[in-house]
């Protein structure tokens, strides 16, 4: 396990309430017509997702979100709610976002042990998978690129109240126009899962490696 960095306590507290927001969230969103044929989308089931994985005292927490599944009455194609993920990304926009914030001025398995230090866990395969998503707006806090998608996040977290899926889209900046990217088929997720399956994998083996 990497060890835990001296970083000040209110700023991985921050960033653990922020992500803690989504845990148990459902995502239901979506434009009502299919984006192939156009005709009516109906709801088809609910997929439980995971969104991060935070440490807290040693102890590993996963955060999970639900994430609403659409079938078209007409072609029968499935599409995903608007959800906060990226596609083709296993964690939440908010931890890519850290993830590549922070991987822009450190090492990947440097980066992994500062966001093990603010109570996230990600090894340094996947950091190096997120490192080139795109550039981050973030703010310095001690010394740290903090997203500022994650200070939005924090000033919800401030309030003490449930949140619900569309209004936490909107802290991460979403607009309707940018969330349509979002949707995608059943397909081209099973698609995305199967190549993360494979990168799993090799990280294991990199990961057992690297500690050998």
């Not at 083996?205 to 690297?210: A, G, I, M, V």
Request: hydrophobic share 35%; proline share 6%; aromatic share 8%.
């Amino acid at each position: 396990m990497p060890r835990r960095l001296l970083i000040p306590p209110f700023l991985s507290d921050m960033i653990i309430s922020s992500i803690s927001l989504f845990d148990g969230v459902t995502f239901s969103q979506i434009t009502p017509h299919c984006r192939i044929c156009g005709a009516l989308l109906r709801r088809h089931d609910l997929k439980k997702k995971r969104f991060a994985t935070l440490v807290r005292d040693d102890e590993r927490q996963s955060v999970y979100v639900g994430v609403v599944r659409y079938r078209c009455l007409d072609c029968g194609r499935l599409w995903y709610a608007d959800e906060p993920f990226y596609p083709g990304t296993r964690h939440g926009i908010p931890v890519v976002d850290l993830a590549a914030a922070i991987a822009v001025r450190h090492p990947y398995h440097h980066t992994a042990r500062i966001l093990f230090g603010l109570g996230l866990v990600l090894y340094r395969g996947t950091v190096r998978n997120y490192a080139h998503i795109r550039s981050i707006d973030s703010t310095d806090m001690y010394g740290i690129p903090v997203p500022n998608r994650i200070i939005a996040l924090s000033g919800l977290a401030a309030e003490g109240r449930s949140i619900e899926g569309a209004e936490l889209l909107a802290a991460l900046g979403l607009p309707p126009a940018d969330r349509t990217s979002l949707h995608r088929t059943a397909s081209e997720e099973e698609g995305d899962e199967d190549e993360q399956k494979k990168e799993r994998v090799s990280q294991n083996k990199r990961e057992n490696s690297d500690q050998n």
